[in-house]
Protein backbone atom coordinates (compact mmCIF):
# COMPACT_ATOMS: atom_id res chain seq x y z
CA UNK A 1 0.00 0.00 0.00
CA UNK A 2 1.67 3.44 -0.99
CA UNK A 3 0.79 6.94 0.69
CA UNK A 4 -0.76 9.36 -1.42
CA UNK A 5 2.08 12.42 -2.28
CA UNK A 6 1.42 15.56 -0.55
CA UNK A 7 1.84 19.03 -2.13
CA UNK A 8 1.54 22.09 -1.12
CA UNK A 9 0.40 25.13 -3.44
CA UNK A 10 0.90 28.48 -3.29
CA UNK A 11 -1.54 31.37 -4.37
CA UNK A 12 0.85 34.34 -5.32
CA UNK A 13 -2.12 37.03 -6.76
CA UNK A 14 -3.50 37.64 -2.75
CA UNK A 15 -0.02 37.80 -1.38
CA UNK A 16 -0.58 40.73 1.22
CA UNK A 17 2.12 43.34 2.07
CA UNK A 18 3.42 43.43 5.50
CA UNK A 19 4.93 47.22 6.05
CA UNK A 20 8.75 46.96 8.83
CA UNK A 21 10.06 49.76 10.07
CA UNK A 22 13.20 51.41 8.96
CA UNK A 23 16.33 51.31 10.74
CA UNK A 24 15.80 54.74 12.11
CA UNK A 25 11.87 54.23 13.19
CA UNK A 26 13.00 51.08 14.85
CA UNK A 27 15.62 50.55 17.89
CA UNK A 28 17.31 47.36 16.57
CA UNK A 29 19.75 47.21 19.11
CA UNK A 30 19.88 44.04 21.54
CA UNK A 31 17.55 43.66 24.27
CA UNK A 32 18.67 45.17 27.62
CA UNK A 33 16.87 42.33 29.71
CA UNK A 34 17.50 41.55 33.17
CA UNK A 35 15.67 38.79 32.98
CA UNK A 36 17.57 38.17 29.58
CA UNK A 37 20.62 38.25 31.10
CA UNK A 38 19.53 36.15 34.25
CA UNK A 39 18.18 33.11 32.35
CA UNK A 40 21.36 33.03 29.52
CA UNK A 41 23.93 33.14 32.04
CA UNK A 42 25.40 36.72 31.52
CA UNK A 43 25.08 37.58 35.16
CA UNK A 44 26.19 36.93 38.61
CA UNK A 45 24.05 35.70 41.19
CA UNK A 46 24.91 38.96 43.39
CA UNK A 47 24.03 40.86 40.40
CA UNK A 48 20.71 39.34 40.38
CA UNK A 49 19.93 39.79 44.02
CA UNK A 50 21.01 43.03 43.99
CA UNK A 51 18.52 44.13 40.97
CA UNK A 52 15.70 41.88 43.43
CA UNK A 53 16.39 43.74 46.47
CA UNK A 54 16.48 46.71 44.18
CA UNK A 55 13.24 46.16 42.92
CA UNK A 56 11.30 45.05 46.74
CA UNK A 57 13.29 48.58 47.65
CA UNK A 58 11.36 50.32 45.00
CA UNK A 59 7.65 48.31 45.66
CA UNK A 60 7.96 49.03 49.54
CA UNK A 61 9.25 52.95 49.46
CA UNK A 62 7.78 54.27 45.63
CA UNK A 63 5.23 52.34 43.83
CA UNK A 64 1.35 52.96 43.98
CA UNK A 65 -0.47 50.15 45.66
CA UNK A 66 -3.80 49.55 46.03
CA UNK A 67 -4.78 49.63 49.99
CA UNK A 68 -5.49 46.27 50.41
CA UNK A 69 -2.29 44.99 48.54
CA UNK A 70 -0.11 46.81 51.12
CA UNK A 71 0.53 43.96 53.33
CA UNK A 72 1.44 41.46 50.58
CA UNK A 73 4.44 39.51 50.83
CA UNK A 74 6.11 40.75 47.75
CA UNK A 75 5.94 44.25 49.53
CA UNK A 76 8.18 43.56 52.67
CA UNK A 77 11.21 46.00 53.48
CA UNK A 78 14.39 44.22 52.84
CA UNK A 79 16.67 45.44 55.00
Known amino acids: MTKPIKFVQFDLTINKIFYTYSNTEYCRLPIDSILLKKNSNQMSEAEWSQHRI???NYKYSEMIVHK???TSIFLRKIV
Do not use: P, T, Y
Open 54 to 56: DLL
Open 68 to 70: DNV
